[in-house]
């Protein structure tokens, strides 16, 4: 049956009408099968017959490990975990992998590169506009993506559909998805030692690190939560947060073990390395993730992680204006640190930060290095990553085009810039619709604003706009120049995307409102952006810190 609308008008595999392909799955791969169904059918109006196991048609589409001929074993075979295979092969097309996982990022990858659909956000799925597809017969593609651990840690990416669309298997421990295999956590994500110890989780407030009855009750909470948690691949053993100046424990013992190897990671590498191997026994196939965080960022001298360590290096003091691979004075000590640690870990992961936590509706113009930087980790042998941006709320500035694009890099970080750089304008365009172009110039102009001085997670947009002027009088002309862009957007939309531009044009509203937060137009402003937040549905403007119940509060926006 065709459907009218369907974009494409011819669908042909090895030159054969679509409409003469069944769809026959493998155990456990309904789902995918179900998925390619739907969407096939939404591309070209037919709706293919779907069968499990057993085919008996002439041309067969086989989703997961089903009727395999040889060629296509020895493909499956040589895949990592969520790796895929799209292989056409004696009349029929496989699209398969050596895990359930592995076979719904293939399908996913189909319903992308071949059909034409683009996961936009997970509200907004979209089709690029190609009017035919044709698979050839000599099509043979396997991929395995080099990042294990895939997270990007913003709100609109926890619906787990989508996130599955868009191949990210990290949860930070928080839902066990139904459709992919997801890296998930025994009890906390993060900063879980004084829950495993029974002390204090007051910021910097550590525990001894060299007191056998912490290390007891440490031990017997982690082996509770494990057997509580089967199906968990990864427990924390982690330091409490702290502030830039804290220290860990200051006790004789564990100053001794930290001067040895240079870093207080000496008392906590020690400590998460006898976890590790007091669990390896029982709990084979589970890592201990720990963090390299502010105090303990410096690799130790002689200390390595075990086998089955994590250690999560966290980038919250650097410079997000500039690459890390720049000549950046906030970002050298990080990338000599990630240096060392990338040559005795087996398994190092990034903690990365990609929003303004103090300002989650205002610009934060670090598009341009996000590619750059995850090469960067790629290329320190980093094989998890987590993208935090704002897990509290949707976005009023670009965190849906963020998380597509980290998404993107997180499953394919060799991309060129040109290819990276084409994702970001499909899904202007797509997202934004006919005024898409203004909104790039808006990136490109605002990125190389932010390069003159640098960039951090709690920067104001007097800064971010380099807007002081050298007699600390605020100048505006940029940030109103900035502003007519996004007006010329919103003038060139239409119905289908004019609600995604005024949403996203409020980075820009708050930000001239907080550089004039001095003057009586302000205040009225501070209504209008807090009826935008509240009509777009978000619902937190910084970390923590939910948006006031009524506009009478509306002045802490902009303050």
């Known amino acids: 049956m065709k459907n009218a609308v369907a974009p494409v008008k011819k669908f042909t595999i090895d030159g054969i009408d679509i409409s003469e392909f069944r769809i026959v799955y493998g155990k456990g791969d309904e789902y995918a099968a179900s998925e390619l169904q739907g969407f096939i059918g939404a591309v070209c109006g037919i709706t293919l017959q779907k069968l499990k196991y057993k085919g008996n048609f002439s041309h067969e589409i086989r989703v997961g490990r089903v009727n395999e001929t040889e060629r296509v074993k020895k493909a499956v075979e040589a895949l990592g975990d969520d790796g895929y295979a799209i292989i056409y092969d004696d009349t029929a097309l496989y699209i398969t992998g050596k895990t359930h ?18 996961f936009l956000s997970s509200k907004y799925t979209a089709h690029n506009g190609i009017t035919e597809v044709s698979i050839p017969g000599d099509v043979d593609e396997t991929y395995t993506p080099p990042v294990i651990n895939r997270d990007t840690y913003w709100y609109d990416s926890f619906e787990l559909k989508f996130a599955a669309r868009r191949k990210l298997n990290g949860t930070g421990g928080r839902a066990d998805s139904p459709y992919i295999d997801s890296m998930l956590y025994a009890g906390g994500f993060v900063h879980t030692l004084p829950h495993l110890a029974g002390t204090s989780t007051a910021p910097d407030a550590q525990p001894c690190l060299t007191d056998e009855n912490v290390y007891e009750k440490v031990i017997g909470n982690v082996r509770k939560l494990l057997r509580e948690n089967p199906k968990a691949k990864i427990i924390s053993v982690s330091q409490n947060d702290s502030y830039p100046e804290g220290r860990g424990c200051q006790c004789e013992n564990c100053r001794k073990l930290d001067e040895a190897e240079g870093t207080p990671m000496g008392s906590l590498l020690t400590f998460v390395n006898r976890v590790a191997d007091d669990i390896k026994d029982e709990f084979p196939g589970v890592y201990v993730d720990t963090l390299a965080y502010r105090y303990t960022r410096k690799a130790p001298k002689h200390l390595k992680p075990a086998d089955n360590v994590i250690v999560r290096l966290c980038s919250i003091e650097c410079c997000f204006a500039h690459p890390l691979t720049a000549d950046c004075a906030a970002n050298k000590e990080f990338a000599a640190d990630i240096d060392e640690w990338s ?8 903690w990365d930060y990609t929003t303004d936590f103090l300002y989650y509706v205002n610009p934060f113009p670090n598009l341009k290095v996000l590619r750059k930087n995850v090469r960067f980790f790629i290329d320190h042998n980093v094989i998890g990553m987590f993208e935090q941006g704002n897990g509290q709320s949707y ?19 060799y991309m060129s810039e040109k290819e990276y750089c084409g994702h970001m304008d499909e899904f202007l365009r797509l997202y934004y619709g006919p005024g898409w172009k203004y909104i790039r110039e808006y990136i490109d102009r605002t990125s190389e604003k ?29 940030a109103t120049e900035m502003k007519r862009l996004w007006d010329k957007a919103i003038e060139m939309s239409d119905d289908a995307h004019r609600s995604q531009v005024e949403c996203s044009a409020q980075q820009i509203e708050s930000a001239l409102l907080y550089l004039k937060r001095g003057m009586r137009e302000s205040t009225d402003g501070a209504r209008k952006l807090y009826a935008a937040l509240k009509k777009h549905n978000i619902t937190y403007y910084r970390e923590g810190v939910p948006l006031p119940e009524t506009d009478e509060g509306c002045r802490a926006l902009i303050d």
């Open 101 to 118: 996982s592995g076979v719904l990022y293939g399908v996913y990858t189909f319903i992308e590169d071949k059909l034409g659909f683009r």
């Open 395 to 413: 976005s009023a500035e670009f965190g849906e085009l963020r998380a597509y694009l980290i998404s993107k890099l997180l499953w394919d970080p």
């Open 343 to 350: 040559k005795i870990s087996k398994n190092l992961f990034i």
């Open 450 to 478: 932010a390069t003159e001085k640098h960039l951090g997670i709690y920067d104001r947009a007097d800064k971010v706009f380099n807007a002081v002027n050298d007699d600390g009088q605020i100048e505006l002309e940029f």
